[in-house]
């Protein structure tokens, strides 16, 4: 298993639930991937912990395996290399070592958009990502005053988060004329008196050696920014939240096919419905497969889990049963208006799956 | 230019050895559990932070935003991904160049240099 994120927390444990040996593998010095830093309570359903932040989240799945003689957990560890022969260059300690695994499970996740714009490079302008590691994981405020860009669910989270942590958010600004993410969080943020500017991006951001101040700008119905429409905020720091890309690297070193589907973040394997790609035995979960939310990273880490060992001759008695129900709460959780994108996305994705003969 | 730039602006903000206000101490949900406090240096200039968090995390609770500048057009740069991804933090740490510094945990009497251009490797053999 490549990455301990909740797509990979949850594949090692499907796995290892029907008897197979498991690695898992992260470069992170703790399991939990980017649940580490969600401090807020989790939607969904039962089965994927709702009601709970992810910070717990990840404690809860990482115990489910700590100590299991089936499980090795390899930390402070990155996969570099995915060789022809199936080998994995693994990089810890500035050594390589290299395993041969029967099967993989890639759940490397995604990295963070950036946005095109004046000094888009200056100290102080970061990813949400990256503000929320600073904050929630090492309690550090990243600025006194933040102008933050994107109102989907992360933008949004995050513009909550820094207001927990004691900096001031001015604005929250967002290209498309609504607001990306749930209500739920958008109006939390609005009651603190926060602006979500939609229809507005950022024209330039301002200073020498750190970020000093933005300004924005309104967009018309096309996306051309509007002249003289301009605000200035004097802020130190400008936060990034528009979107994340799935960090497929070691699948084109695979040999993996890939597609550009630009509903699902942008490259990703073609795969089956079991998430095995067209490298027979390599399987891939979570954000690397389609950015969604961890809630279904989770179970589409339990569905390649549960698929990777069943394909090796491992079974358990619930198996089939637990694979229909992981099927069918991704179905559940698909469901609805927001959810539209990711849907249009990954039925374009089996349509070329078809196409290539990896789908049946 | 960079590096005095960077220099002044530092000299500016900070005041050796002082942690600012930009750690969080009390938080709604979150507590913090600090290590020991150790002592480091930034080109030359002793700061503070808490053993075993990353150097990125100690600089920037001490008012460090710039971290290095690009190799190119020499412009300031700071960390953006915090998860070892970017590669925009890339500092020089006890002489070894290229250390991503959002990764690299703080220890004790650690040297910390801004990195001009791509690093020597084998600059003391």
Redesign the interface.
Known sequence: MIGAGPAGLCATIAARDMGAHVTLVD???RPGGQLVKQ?HKFFGSRGQFAGK?G?DIARLLAERIENDPLVEIMLDATVVGFYDDGALGIEKNDALTFLKPERVVCATGA??RMLAFPNN???????A??VQ????V??????KAVLMVGAGNIGLIVSYQLM???VDVVAVVEAMPQVGGYDVHARKIQRAGVPILTSHTVKAVHG???VEGATIWSLDGSFRPIPGTERYFEVDTVCLAVGLTP?SDLLWQAGCKMAYVPELGGHVALRNEDYETSRPGLFVAGDLAGIEEASSAMIEGTIAGLSAAWSLGYSAADCELRLAAARAQLEALRRGPKREKVRSGIDELMQLGREAGIVA | MGGFIAGYFLLGRVSASVMTDSRITSHPILEFKEGRRVRFTFDGRELEGYEGEPVAAALHACGVRVLGESPKLRRPRGFFCAIGNCSSCLMTVDGRPNVRVCREKLREGMRVTTQRGKGVLLAND
Do not use: F
């Not at chain 1, 490079?121 to 990813?127: F, K, S, W």
């Not at chain 1, 090492?138 to 600025?143: F, K, L, T």
């Open positions: 470069s992170q010095d401090t932040r910070i990295s963070e490079d200056l100290p102080g302008v970061y990813g990502g990256a590691t600073l904050m929630n090492y309690g550090v405020r990243p600025g927990q942590a004691g020498t050696q750190v960090l």
